[in-house]
């Protein structure tokens, strides 16, 4: 193929151009990983680093030795995995019967799945339902109001619809329950599709911020994320780490960068996987609606 | 039928509990929305607080909150039209144009990172970035403009830092969606134009174009559906006391009249209002694009 020089130009532009978005995106990451081992005298004389001059751990000593930061982050991981659980199996439990045509009522339940998805009751109705159970200021209010995500089920339920039924067949004539067909057949084949939708799932708990602060009033009850935007958002530095010593003075620029630090390396860490699943995951729900 | 649902028991038991908690979190909150024509009691709860009709309604069309409020959300989403709904589209044709594979492989991963993170995450970038003063991003702005610039409180600035924010985090991820439709053009469709002469110009304009059309279509009709939800947490994270006038939309409206003021009832309605209005907008939308005799989505 030959190539013109008004196409080369293009092309040459082009890459420019995305190598430029690409960085855009991922600078403020080196700067932040780079600000938290910098010393606090150094974050505020030098514009813009990306290697500090000396490396220092003052930041990351200050918050490990709060409790108050340690606990959030505790709490936070704690939700997370019990959240996840829970999510996960209300939803495989509930996609394998509605994947199921000859289920009576199926199509009621599944379309008044679907109606939730373009009509809610809003912030103030769930609030209140959340208090007349007595929820507030329980972990449980993190977890359950979002416990199954509507699309979600309708992902998975698409993907049970799909395994061949001649397997489950046999399985029920060999004398497994429905139950057992479920668990010894139905969930072995589903491993890769359980696998993202937990990835799905936990990032979203790690990453939610509506729910504690609706929910959530006992600051010795903060997640990770309340406890980043008090640091970083509002500023609020004394009340949130509580004084160590009143002789101390902590860094408080560094501290900012490294919370910032500690609260997405899990992230971070999960994202190879997180990019792989979460892509499939898209592209299954878009196709199949 | 009886006997078929017996049959089916182990089934029901199985479905039991996501029924119940979309009873409990979906439905009644549902049911919960009659306490915008109540002034709701919390210890008469929602069955038994006195109906007072639209007074609520009323009080909302006419308090000077309303129309600074329907403006400020109007307007983000005015510019989230403009400039974050065509932004991955853009992105996703010039990644197509890319023949290194390598090279675009890497631009991928980088740019979807941020839709992994939280808005807690990136409103605490921002802050760090644009701080007065010591953050690079407004040093850079300082020394563009020769004035010392307070980019985090300035009423001005408000909505170009959450359109930035809203760029930053959705266009990379919102490419996957257009380059998996781009993915599924037939190699022949070019190699035919270009024996016809056709430049690259031309083959974008009369085949990669017209491929992601009806995936463009769809985004937008899910926009327009989803137009008013501003996003309640970047607004909230974004808001101070300084920029409050135009800051505050439907979404972070609602919360504080309800959680903080505890106007369980008018909150009710000013929510209610909103998705009523996202209801019509979807099926507007939804209307429009058959009209044009595209695929709607229903």
Redesign the interface.
């Known amino acids: 193929?030959k190539s013109?020089l008004?196409?080369k130009i293009?092309?040459t532009i082009?890459?420019v151009?995305?190598?430029g978005?690409?960085a855009?995106?991922?600078l403020?990451?080196f700067?932040?990983i780079a600000?938290s081992f910098a010393s606090e005298s150094e974050?505020?004389a030098r514009?813009?680093f990306l290697w500090p001059h000396q490396f220092v751990t003052d930041s990351y000593d200050y918050i490990f030795a709060t409790n108050t930061f340690l606990r959030s982050l505790i709490v936070t991981i704690c939700v997370t995995a019990v959240g996840t659980v829970i999510q996960v199996a209300?939803?495989l439990?509930?996609a394998?019967?509605?994947s199921?045509r000859y289920?009576?009522g199926r199509n009621i339940?599944l379309n008044?799945?679907i109606f939730?998805m373009?009509?809610?009751?809003?912030?103030?109705?769930?609030?209140?339902?959340v208090?007349?159970?007595g929820m507030l200021n329980t972990y449980w209010a993190l977890i359950?109001?979002l416990?199954?995500n509507p699309f979600y089920?309708i992902i998975v339920k698409n993907f049970f619809q799909e395994l061949p039924e001649e397997l489950q067949e046999a399985g029920r004539i060999d004398g497994c329950?429905?139950?057992g067909v479920?668990w010894r057949i139905v969930l072995p084949l589903s491993k890769p599709i359980i696998a993202t939708f937990a990835l799905f799932y936990s990032?979203a708990i790690?990453?939610?911020?509506?729910s504690p602060?609706?929910y959530i009033d006992d600051t010795s009850k903060w997640t990770l994320?309340?406890f980043?935007?008090q640091v970083?958002?509002s500023a609020d530095m004394a009340n949130t780490m509580g004084q160590l010593d009143p002789n101390y003075i902590p860094p408080e620029?560094g501290l900012?960068?490294a919370?910032?630090v500690v609260?997405?390396v899990p992230?971070?860490l999960f994202?190879p996987f997180?990019?792989k699943h979460?892509?499939k995951g898209?592209?299954i729900g878009?196709v199949k609606g | 039928m009886r006997i078929r649902i017996f049959r089916y028991r182990w089934l029901y038991l199985l479905i039991l509990p996501g029924v119940v908690y979309f009873a409990v979190f979906k439905y009644a909150p549902m049911y919960g929305v009659t306490i915008a024509f109540q002034d709701y009691l919390p210890f008469l709860g929602f069955s038994d607080s006195p109906w007072v009709g639209l007074k609520h309604f009323e009080a909302l069309f006419s308090s000077p909150d309303f129309p600074r409020v329907l403006g400020n959300t109007l307007i983000l989403a005015a510019l989230h039209v403009v400039f974050v709904f065509p932004a991955p589209i853009i992105v996703a044709l010039l990644l197509n144009e890319l023949r290194l594979s390598v090279l675009k492989r890497a631009i991928q991963s980088s740019i979807y990172i941020p839709h992994f993170l939280s808005w807690t995450i990136v409103a605490s970038l921002t802050y760090l970035l644009f701080a007065m003063d010591i953050g690079p991003a407004t040093q850079l702005l300082n020394t563009i403009t020769g004035e010392r610039l307070d980019v985090l409180s300035d009423p001005d600035w408000f909505r170009p830092l959450i359109i930035m924010q809203t760029l930053w985090k959705a266009t990379g991820w919102g490419t996957i969606i257009y380059l998996a439709a781009l993915a599924s053009v037939d190699p022949n469709l070019y190699e035919a134009a270009r024996i016809d002469g056709a430049n690259r110009w031309q083959q974008m304009w009369h085949i990669t174009l017209p491929a992601i059309r009806s995936t463009v279509v769809v985004m937008a009709i899910l926009t327009a559906g989803n137009l008013l939800d501003t996003g309640f947490e970047q607004i909230y994270l974004m808001t101070n006391a300084l920029n409050r006038s135009v800051a505050e939309v439907f979404d972070t409206y609602v919360y504080f009249m309800g959680i903080t003021q505890g106007a369980y009832s008018y909150s009710t309605a000013v929510g209610l209002f909103k998705a009523v209005v996202g209801i019509i907008l979807i099926f507007g939308a939804n209307w429009l694009a058959r009209r044009f005799k595209q695929n709607g989505l229903f």
């Not at chain 1, 790690?206 to 509506?210: E, I, L, R």
């Open positions: 193929m013109t008004g196409s293009f092309d082009n890459i151009g995305l190598v978005l690409a855009v995106t991922v403020p990451f700067y932040v600000g974050i505020t514009s813009f209300l939803t439990t509930m394998y019967p509605l199921k289920l009576p339940m008044l799945v939730t373009v009509f809610s009751g809003g912030m103030i109705p769930t609030y209140l339902i208090r007349e159970l359950l109001p416990a199954i089920l329950s429905e139950i479920f990032v790690w990453n939610d911020f509506m602060l609706l994320q309340m980043v935007r970083t958002v620029q900012k960068f919370v910032i609260a997405t992230i971070l994202y997180l990019q979460f892509a898209i592209l878009s």
